[in-house]
């Protein structure tokens, strides 16, 4: 009797996480399910319209236009934080002088808010305020429209999103370099291998489930991507920096349509999922990565 007690103790300590977990994860995940298949502008009752919704959203020429921008905005900004991150990873982990000093200086965005980050954005990239085309002024040039010329803007906004996450990942493939046993590279040194084809053949396939975790976490960031956008563009000009979740926030809260806006993120759940399955094949994870 008493060993069942004990055994039942590791129980009681995740029990709070997972009744939270449920409460305020898995049942608003339900009911926005729910949700998707009735029209319901949140005064009146829920109208139940079947797949309605999902009809009228593949069927809408500025769903698509949407995701393409979205997708467009993903597929940059996820290697490019991929590269840099790793970059920076390699920089920190060598013998370089004040190196901690440079971990710390280079993870310092990952600590600011999103409202901050977007908000300092503005103020660098400002049409008409903007330190950026202040200095072109004072040096004779003519100042660039960052935030209202549609790729222009879309160029600053990718910036911002590196910039702001870059140190975050970075500390991820830092832990994954300093996981990596000194054997490996005291071995190739001595078979005459340079240090390109020491990343290529050690460092890198090493970094394989590192890797992942960094991909899919900055894929469903990039996907996600909400507070920054509306601070620094607030999705425009016109609708060029306008991503899906900014749709689904004005679906629901701006025309009042939460069963249209439910339908939408449970498309965009299916989106993610389907990019981490291709992630995850495109890493090797999950087969024979570990043996």
């Given at each position: ?97 004040l ?25 660098i ?91 899919v ?6 996907f ?13 000009p ?33 989106i ?20």
């Amino acid at each position: 009797m008493k060993s069942k007690r004990l055994q039942l103790i590791p129980y009681l300590f995740i029990l709070p996480n997972v009744v939270i977990f449920l409460v305020f994860v898995v049942v608003p995940a339900l009911y926005g399910f729910a949700l998707s298949f009735t029209r319901w502008d949140v005064i009146s009752e829920p109208v139940f319209v079947g797949v309605g919704n999902y009809i009228s959203i593949f069927t809408s020429s500025s769903f698509w236009e949407t995701t393409q921008r979205t997708l467009v905005y993903v597929l940059t900004v996820v290697p490019l934080t991929y590269v840099v991150s790793l970059l920076l990873a390699l920089l920190v982990d060598s013998n370089m002088r004040l190196r901690t000093l440079m971990r710390a200086f280079f993870y310092v965005p990952a600590m600011l808010s999103a409202v901050v980050i977007g908000v300092s954005w503005r103020w660098i990239f400002g049409d008409y305020f903007g330190i950026i085309n202040y200095f072109i002024e004072r040096y004779g040039g003519t100042p660039i429209n960052w935030l209202t010329t549609p790729g222009w803007a879309m160029l600053v906004v990718i910036l911002a999103s590196v910039w702001a996450r870059a140190g975050y990942y970075m500390v991820m493939f830092l832990a994954g370099l300093q996981g990596i046993p000194e054997v490996y590279y005291e071995a190739a040194k001595i078979d005459g291998a340079s240090r390109w084809q020491q990343f290529w053949r050690i460092t890198l396939p090493l970094l394989k489930p590192t890797s992942l975790v960094v991909l899919v976490l900055c894929s469903i960031e990039s996907f996600k991507v909400f507070d920054l956008i509306v601070t620094l563009t607030t999705g425009g000009p016109g609708r060029a920096t306008t991503f899906l979740v900014q749709d689904i926030y004005r679906w629901a809260f701006q025309r009042g349509d939460l069963g249209y806006a439910s339908a939408m993120s449970v498309v965009l759940l299916l989106i993610l999922g389907l990019l981490t399955v291709f992630q995850f094949r495109l890493t090797g994870i999950g087969g024979d990565a570990y043996e």
